[in-house]
Structures are given as structure tokens and as C-alpha cells.
């Protein structure tokens, strides 16, 4: 199994900047593809940003030109950066990894508050 530990949430002002990290911990040898996704309340949870093992990203329409995600395989952590942040970018924002089976782990997720 994979144990996934978020930081790096908070309040910040329309277009301010926001560094969340993730770390992988447990069975990370198999992990293939990590991202971060987001939930706003009474929505659905969508795909925020997402990386391969190999290095290889997709964005969300939405956070393109602002949003960069980036891992380290040693040790395992997954970072988004967050810029010129928009109210719109509020929500609770979850870090999941994928496994080669496309057995999903979440974390707990972190809140992210942008006030105008």
C-alpha cells in the first residue's frame, strides 16, 4: 500500500503563489503516475495536474500557464507549484498516486483558499 502525506495549503490573495507537496511513503516502488486533483465544495473532484514516471505532465485547462507540477523519485515527494492564483482556485486539493495496476491512492488532502 501507498501512504500519502500532503502540505502546503493555506490562504492567499488573489494572485499570490502556493507551493503544495506531497510525499509518498509504503509500496512506492510501484508507483507510476502521481497528480493532484481538486474538489470545491458540493462539486466533483477533477484533475488539477498529473506526472509520469517518466517525467511526462498533463494540465487542467483551467491552471495551464500557471500551475507547474514536478517529482522527485528519490524521495518520492510531488510538488505543485501554484501562481497568479484566482478565487476559483479554492477547493480542497488531493494528491493521488497511481500504481502500474491503476490502483489509486489518495491523500488526505490539503485546503487552498484564494480571497480576492
Known amino acids: 500500500q501507498v501512504q500519502l502525506v500532503e502540505s502546503g495549503g493555506g490562504l492567499v490573495q488573489a494572485g499570490g503563489s502556493l507551493r503544495l507537496s506531497c510525499v509518498a511513503s509504503?509500496?512506492?516502488?510501484?508507483?507510476?503516475?502521481m497528480g493532484w486533483y481538486r474538489q470545491a465544495p458540493g462539486k466533483q473532484r477533477d484533475m488539477v495536474a498529473i506526472?509520469?514516471?517518466?517525467?511526462?505532465?498533463s494540465y487542467a485547462n483551467s491552471v495551464k500557464g500557471r500551475f507547474t507540477i514536478s517529482r522527485d523519485n528519490a524521495p518520492n515527494t510531488v510538488y505543485l507549484q501554484m501562481n497568479s492564483l484566482k478565487p476559483e482556485d479554492t477547493a480542497v486539493y488531493f494528491c493521488a498516486a497511481d500504481n502500474w495496476n491503476n490502483q489509486r491512492a489518495w491523500g488526505q488532502g490539503t485546503q487552498v483558499t484564494v480571497s480576492s
Open positions: 509504503g509500496t512506492i516502488f510501484n508507483i507510476n503516475r
Open positions: 506526472i509520469t514516471r517518466g517525467g511526462s505532465t
